[in-house]
């Protein structure tokens, strides 16, 4: 099921609306749907260039749209909508333990998962749930977001097609690590 909903993601990428469906999943993947805007992102940038920073503008405005979705769903219908989605993604043990420390930690667990594979839309619900400051996550989400995508379509307007392989399998960790080696750093500088 998730490779027929990949594939039929990729190939609104040629679709003439290009550019409006992918507003739509950059919006309903930062809330629910598990396919990332990256998939559509990267050929609508490697076709077209010079639209490689709006197509980037509007993955960033959407996504963090969505993301004000997901923390409504969190703050107003944890239990009805909420709970199913972190329970598809195996995430409601998780959760609990989580949520006790979410708050004072809560703008780095957005920016972290704004920026690499962990599935944002837990951290986007989690926020709601747990009540974070909604400037915070605001703020933190258009960063995380913004970073992400820009990146992304930098790389693409730069290099081209030969950067595209680096971007879909690799780029993902790059910022794993660049966000271990700055908390890392945070924590070497606290405590060391």
């Known amino acids: ?63 963090v749209l ?8 969190g703050l107003f219908l944890f239990d009805s909508i ?11 043990d998780k959760f609990e333990v ?15 998962a704004g920026v690499t594979p962990f599935p944002y839309k837990v951290v ?13 996550f605001m703020l933190a989400s258009v960063l995380a977001r913004g970073l992400r995508f820009f990146l992304v379509a930098a790389l693409l307007w730069k290099f081209g097609a030969p950067i595209r392989d680096f971007i879909e399998r690799r780029l993902g960790l790059m910022f794993t690590l660049a966000v271990a080696l700055l908390l890392g750093g945070f924590y070497a500088v606290k405590f060391l």
């Open 1 to 63: 099921m998730i490779r027929a909903l990949y594939d039929w993601t990729l190939s609104l990428a040629s679709h003439r609306h290009a550019l409006a469906a992918l507003a739509a999943v950059a919006f309903i993947e930062s809330s629910v749907f598990p396919i990332p805007p990256d998939i559509l992102m990267i050929p609508m940038i490697v076709a077209a260039p010079h639209r490689a920073f709006l197509i980037a503008a509007v993955s960033t405005l959407a996504s």
């Open 66 to 73: 969505g993301g004000l979705a997901g923390y409504l769903i």
């Open 82 to 92: 909420g709970q199913p989605v972190l329970a598809f993604y195996g995430m409601t």
């Open 98 to 112: 989580f949520a006790q420390t979410y708050n004072s930690w809560g703008a780095w667990a957005v920016l972290i």
């Open 124 to 136: 986007t619900i989690l926020s709601g749930a747990t009540d974070l400051s909604l400037p915070v």
